[in-house]
């Protein structure tokens, strides 16, 4: 199944606004949709189009590479004698697809914008992992546009609803509730989401059959994709990423999130995790949350490099990380979770959706700790989000959303510097003072400015 996705929009944007000045360079996580988007786009957009996947190509188009590099006029009459498929210049766009598995093809990408002839698409899995580009000149000539998984708005146009999305985003901008059935309808319907999760080779299946335990198979074999990627790390590297990434539900579930090795093993120093946190990062996988000791609308001059949240970028496939029970007796436990008969703390699951969902629109993850007085505790606000002349404060809570005395405590604290605040919770919408309380499927279509 193909999906109707957003960025589709920001491809159309880069071939109208670069007319072939940059390449196109569309990165993100492993099973996001890259392949399928930009072979979607290069149909509708362009008179012809040559698709060449550098992980399953053969030798003979890597040596037409190889040896023609200098000689476009050859490279091109060979592409399209190997293809069969004609070039019309000014019309066509050649996609270089998994780019990282042959790096040479990237590096040619100076050369390719600069003659002009025809457009360039890359796709890329890890691209932003720093062995995957040692040796080669990384064209300046590329657009890069990051991808991510399918967001709550795009899961229900796949499932043929076009409505509630703008219906939930009025709501919203109104503040006004939806009353208890339509409360209920909804969050079962988010939670659905968010038990499948955005990818969408596993919607794809789900969608077909609404059988969870086909979708489950499809998130154990990403998982497994992901492990083998961290296998082809170096040495004790490979150890620690492979560990961390294990770990993420454990380090999500405890009260404090801030990584700390040794929730992964005993004795470790932080230190210790920075290439692993680094590479898993890189590899959008993790999507990295970082501490401000003192926000504000600047809140990058005030990072804390020593403290840093991360999140597993679906939450569809944090939760098969997190239940480790047979893959045939998930189903049951899926039913008992949507219902909400399930006994669990759901809180790490909606802090990662939201961090998810905010990325996914484009912000970078920023929280904020500070100390309790009179305790060696701190506090600590899930999601910090700088505004037009101040920050917005964000708290998640997934069972009771009162009280919240990190938020009041940061409110009082930074008084003169607070636009707006939220509590993503998963009761109905209602205001209470300076808080506005945000049922956590209508957090995406929150308005920050």
């Known amino acids: 199944m ?76 060979r592409l399209q004698l190997k293809t069969g498929i004609k070039l019309y210049e000014r019309e066509s766009v050649i996609i270089f697809d998994e780019v990282q598995a042959f790096p040479l093809a990237r590096e040619m990408i100076k050369i390719l914008v600069k003659d002009g002839r ?25 657009h890069k546009i990051d991808m991510y998984p399918m967001d709550f708005e795009e899961w229900l146009w796949a499932n043929g609803d076009d409505v509630t999305a703008n219906m939930l985003r009025s709501f919203m901008d109104r503040s006004e509730p939806l009353g208890d059935d339509t409360h209920r309808s909804m969050l079962r319907r988010y939670t659905e989401y968010m038990i499948i999760g955005g990818m969408p080779q596993v919607v794809s299946a789900y969608l077909e059959r609404h059988d969870l335990t086909e979708a489950e198979y499809i998130k154990r074999d990403i998982l497994d994709l992901y492990r083998d990627d961290i296998h082809k790390m170096p040495g004790v590297s490979m150890e620690r990423a492979l560990s961390l990434f294990n770990s993420i539900p454990a380090i999500l579930s405890s009260s404090h999130k801030v990584l700390s090795p040794t929730k992964v093993k005993k004795g470790s120093r932080r230190r210790d995790y920075d290439g692993a946190v680094e590479w898993l990062c890189d590899a959008m996988i993790f999507n990295r949350c970082r501490c401000s000791s003192d926000p504000s609308v600047a809140i990058g001059l005030s990072e804390d490099i020593g403290r840093v949240k991360c999140y597993l970028l679906d939450t569809g496939l944090l939760i098969s990380l997190a239940f480790q029970n047979s893959k045939e007796g998930l189903a049951e436990t899926y ?91 998963s009761k109905d919408i209602r205001m209470d003072g300076d808080v506005t309380y945000v049922p956590i499927y209508m957090m995406p279509f929150i308005t920050w400015n």
């Not at 993100?28 to 930009?38: D, Y």
């Not at 360039?120 to 590329?142: A, D, F």
């Not at 990325?359 to 970078?364: E, I, K, L, T």
């Not at 809570?397 to 930074?414: A, N, V």
Request: proline residues 2%; contains cysteine; positive net charge.
């Open 2 to 77: 193909e999906f109707r996705r957003k960025i589709y929009g920001e491809l159309l944007d880069w071939k109208n606004i670069s007319k072939g000045r940059s390449a196109l360079m569309l990165q993100g996580a492993r099973r996001v949709g890259k392949s399928t988007i930009v072979e979607r786009f290069a149909k509708d957009q362009y008179k012809s189009y040559i698709l060449i996947d550098f992980v399953e190509t053969d030798d003979e188009m890597r040596r037409i590479f190889t040896e023609y590099r200098t000689d476009l006029n050859m490279l091109f009459n």
């Open 118 to 142: 025809y457009d360039y698409i890359e796709t890329g899995s890890l691209i932003s992992v720093r062995s995957k580009v040692v040796g080669i000149r990384v064209p300046s000539e590329e």
């Open 335 to 425: 039913g008992l979770l949507l219902d909400g008969k399930l006994s669990m703390n759901k809180g790490m699951f909606f802090e990662n959706m939201v961090a998810q969902e905010l990325v996914c629109r484009g912000y970078d993850l920023w929280f904020t700790e500070f100390e309790k007085k009179g305790s060696k505790r701190k506090y600590e606000v899930d999601f910090i989000l700088p505004g037009r002349s101040g920050i917005i404060p964000m708290e998640v809570k997934s069972g009771k959303s009162t009280p919240h005395s990190s938020l009041d405590r940061l409110m009082e604290r930074y008084e003169e510097r607070i636009e707006k605040s939220f509590v993503i919770h």
